[in-house]
Nanobody, 115 residues
Framework: QVRLVESGGGLVQAGGSLRLSCAASGFISNINKMAWYRQAPGKQRELVAGITSGGTTNYSDSVKGRFTISWDNAENTVYLQMNSLKFEDTAVYYC?????????WGQGTQVTVSS
């Protein structure tokens, strides 16, 4: 099993920044990809950013140029640096790990951007 624990969410004004962290523990070997998803009230969960074990990243168009995903292998932690936050970034953000054919999820962290 892989355990994921997110932190770093909170309330921020539009234009501000936050950094989310996702600490992975348990059987973390062979995790090939980590990602951040988000889900706003009344909407489906959507991919925000992903990063492979080789360092390849991808972003949704809505966050490209504002968010940066990174993976600290030594700390077994994935980060999401969020800059120039907008009201529409308000959501619960979830960490996701893909290992072989399994997907693991964290409990989520709330990000609220005030306009």
């Amino acid at each position: 099993q892989v355990r994921l624990v997110e932190s770093g969410g909170g309330l921020v004004q539009a234009g501000g920044s936050l950094r989310l962290s996702c600490a992975a523990s348990g059987f973390i070997s062979n995790i090939n990809k980590m990602a951040w998803y988000r889900q706003a009230p009344g909407k489906q969960r959507e991919l925000v950013a992903g990063i492979t074990s080789g360092g390849t990243t991808n972003y949704s168009d809505s966050v490209k140029g504002r968010f940066t995903i990174s993976w600290d292998n030594a700390e077994n932690t994935v980060y999401l640096q969020m800059n120039s936050l907008k009201f529409e970034d308000t959501a619960v953000y979830y960490c996701n790990a893909n290992k072989l054919r399994n997907a693991y999820w964290g409990q989520g962290t709330q990000v609220t951007v005030s306009s």
